[in-house]
């Protein structure tokens, strides 16, 4: 019986027991960042809502503070979403006639709720609360980005939980004064952050060894 | 390869087959519960967040305090606040204000703001002697109720920071309508500085 391979075959096995290893290592990173990307994550993709609203008109624009609709963002978990009377508290005059505006103006009517998509939907087995990350200095846009330039919103961040621990073992690095909390600019160099985040963690009294205890998520 | 070896591979394959599939499902991410503002299929209006039941009072919300709820002393609009003006106060109706009021009647009160500035009726201002003369129960009642135009904010601002707000307001208006004698001595060169500085500048716009 003659031989299957010829000789040079050899060579070529040799090649592909490293090779397997390093396509493993390849596919497993490949995985890796499709784990993360937003095909995965959802992140950075705009939403479409029944209402085309704009956070970057009204926020950045109009200037109007988050709190102005986002009422319970201080003092409850959720932020809020607002009531459609607040949207008519201007859209009674403003925009009154336009067809864009006509669900929201149909909703006031029947008081059936808007059916705006949620953008931040976390697993259920989070427990998250917007009032503790206001309370303790993190900014909105810590989180959210700069949702003052967006048009439609979208999810900036991948939400898992290595991007949640990566603040939860270094507050210090994103922490930032009370007053900037709602600052959607705010900005300071790295060698600031170096000397205020610390000060920050200490005087906002940020338990830091606290803040990876599972139950500190998931209860 | 013995038929024995081949189930054995095709049992292994099976199992991580159904491993990795179990790994795949989303139930814990997706639980059967309501969290804030998750609709519901369950009450006729489709939301899981439930209005308060009428006739029904919340723990610690009888608000039988009427000065407080209400704005007012009897029939007639309270001349005092409920609780004593610190300067907490102030600064809480300072942010308050800048939030929930000056997008109509801007940060200084003489309602010129952005949402006048597109299109909705301009409120009056309230550097006029009708709302200097108004006891701080009117400036609440109308927080809470709305006047004209103007929608209530019952909703979205909380009794105390009503008031806060109510402080405020007060601030601001003093802040506009000081009578140059009763200026600290400290603060006299100042405004008469300022009278200078601006003096040019009232000039230049004619040219």
Not at chain 1, 158 to 171: I, V
Not at chain 2, 111 to 131: A, E, N, T
Not at chain 2, 147 to 166: E, H, K, L, N, T
Request: glycine share 8%; charged share 20%.
């Amino acid at each position: 019986m003659s031989q299957i391979f010829h000789r040079s075959a050899n060579a070529l096995a040799r090649a592909t027991i490293f090779g397997a290893v390093f396509i493993l290592g390849v596919l497993g990173y490949g995985a890796m960042l499709l784990n993360r990307s937003g095909y995965v994550t959802g992140a950075h993709v705009a939403i479409e809502q029944p209402v085309p609203f704009s956070h970057k008109h009204h926020a950045n624009e109009l200037g109007i503070d988050c709190r102005y609709c986002h009422t319970s963002v201080e003092v409850s978990h959720v932020a809020g979403i607002p009531p459609t009377k607040t949207c008519m508290n201007c859209h009674s005059q403003i925009w009154a006639d336009s067809p864009t505006l006509e669900p929201v103006r149909a909703s006031f009517r029947t008081d059936q709720s808007i059916p705006w998509i949620k953008v931040h939907d976390l697993p259920d087995f989070v427990y998250f609360d917007h009032s503790i990350h206001v309370a303790k200095g993190i900014g909105c846009a810590s989180c959210h980005g700069r949702i003052d330039q967006m048009n439609l919103t979208w999810q900036e961040n991948s939400l898992q939980m290595e991007w949640c621990l990566n603040c939860h073992r270094h507050p210090e690095t994103f922490v930032r004064p009370k007053g900037e909390v709602f600052n959607m600019a705010y900005k300071v160099s790295s060698r600031t952050q170096e000397t205020l985040g610390p000060r920050l963690v200490a005087e906002y009294d940020v338990h830091k060894e606290q803040l990876t205890n599972c139950s500190i998520c998931h209860r | 390869m013995t038929a024995k070896q081949t189930q054995w591979i095709s049992a292994f394959g099976l199992l991580a087959a159904l491993v990795l599939g179990a790994g795949c499902r989303q139930d814990m991410h997706d639980q059967p519960k309501y969290k804030g503002f998750r609709p519901s299929d369950f009450f006729a209006d489709g939301r899981s967040v439930r209005p308060l039941v009428p006739g029904t009072v919340a723990r610690g919300h009888l608000n039988d305090d009427a000065l407080l709820y209400t704005g007012k002393i009897g029939e007639n609009f309270s001349p005092e606040f409920p609780f004593p003006v610190t300067r907490a106060v102030l600064e809480r109706g300072q942010e308050r204000y800048n939030i929930f009021c000056s997008p109509c009647h801007d940060r200084v009160g003489t309602g010129q703001g952005m949402i006048v500035q597109r299109g909705y009726k301009q409120p009056p201002s309230f550097h006029q002697d009708r709302l200097r003369q108004q006891p701080p129960g009117y400036f609440f009642h109308v927080i809470g109720n709305g006047f004209g135009v103007m929608p209530d904010y019952a909703a979205q601002i909380p009794v105390r920071d009503r008031w806060a707000i109510v402080a405020y307001i007060r601030a601001l208006q003093l802040s506009q309508h000081v009578p140059a004698a009763e200026l600290p001595p400290e603060d006299r060169p100042k405004l008469d500085q300022a009278a200078v500085k601006t003096k040019p500048q009232a000039g230049s716009s004619h040219e």
